[in-house]
């Protein structure tokens, strides 16, 4: 069995979005309720927590390595580390919408920013944001937009909706940033949790966590389940590829939606994990300006 280390005590209400610097040998991730990200320093065990006073639901990196690019609820943002500001960029479309904000988003390798919408019902939507601070709906119809991530080749992408119990695939012109050809490729059944953050190693398998499944499971490209990793937490939220070789896989999971007696038995609810992947992720891309 593959052996889960507990990495890190931080008691995140909803950790998120795991990311790496491998320039930096950083990890970033957030804590959405908690209206903060965390840059985790794995040689010398430190954590830095930085408070935006706003949720902030995922982060890119940008070739600018003094910043990083952030989907906040309200709209897309950029943090800027020399005086530590966050100068907003492009605000949320669906401002008019209720109970409607970002949330899970991804660079691809063309360093164009890909985020997603949550809301009521399956109204919420996909969007790109791209060098000179466009921003354009690329799908649809989706209910709570959530892991994104691209194959090795870089001809298929894949984008989770949590609410309809699935991750998409879809075409990827890398020539014209678009995608088209929606299918599903994998449905969780009940009882098996909802599938959330996703990332892709090098052999062009999927690695998804499962809210509310205690797990994160692995797929081959075809969307066959080929292993599976219980965890110590109920819910973990997503996974990233990291380490010196990238064959680490960090995972972010949440305490908020447990009550106080659920957190006493499950105590490390909203830590971060690692597990040994013997298999290599991709390199986070950087958003270019």
Request: aromatic fraction near 10%; charge should be negative.
């Amino acid at each position: 069995m593959t052996e889960v280390e507990h990495v890190l005590g931080i008691g995140d209400r909803l950790g998120e979005g795991p990311l790496w610097d491998a320039r930096s040998g950083v990890l970033f991730w957030v804590d959405i309720e908690g209206n903060c990200f965390h840059r985790f320093f794995p040689a010398t065990v430190q954590v830095e927590t930085i408070d935006t006073g706003i949720p902030v639901c995922a982060l890119g990196l940008v070739v600018d390595s003094a910043k990083l690019i952030l989907a906040a609820a309200q709209g897309i943002a950029m943090w800027n580390w020399p005086d530590r500001s966050l100068d907003a960029i492009s605000p949320n479309p669906e401002q008019g919408r209720p109970d409607s904000r970002f949330n899970d988003a991804a660079v691809d390798r063309q360093g164009n920013f890909w985020v997603g919408s949550l809301g009521p019902g399956l109204e919420s939507a996909l969007y790109r944001f791209g060098p000179g601070r466009l921003l354009l709906k690329m799908d649809l119809g989706i209910g709570v937009s959530n892991g994104i991530a691209w194959s090795p080749d870089n001809h298929t992408m894949y984008f989770t909706d949590s609410r309809r119990r699935v991750i998409f695939a879809y075409d990827f012109d890398e020539s014209s940033n678009s995608i088209e050809n929606r299918r599903v490729l994998i449905e969780v059944a009940d009882g098996e949790g909802f599938p959330d953050g996703l990332t892709v190693d090098r052999e062009g398998f999927l690695w998804s966590a499962r809210w509310g499944g205690a797990r994160v499971v692995r797929y081959d490209p075809a969307g066959k389940l080929e292993r599976k990793i219980m965890l110590p937490v109920t819910y973990p939220t997503s996974c990233t590829f990291g380490g010196a070789n990238l064959d680490e896989l960090y995972i972010t999971s949440a305490r908020s939606p447990l009550t106080e007696a659920q957190c006493t038995r499950e105590p490390r609810a909203g830590d971060l994990f690692r597990i040994r992947a013997e298999v290599q992720g991709l390199e986070d891309s950087r958003f270019r300006e």
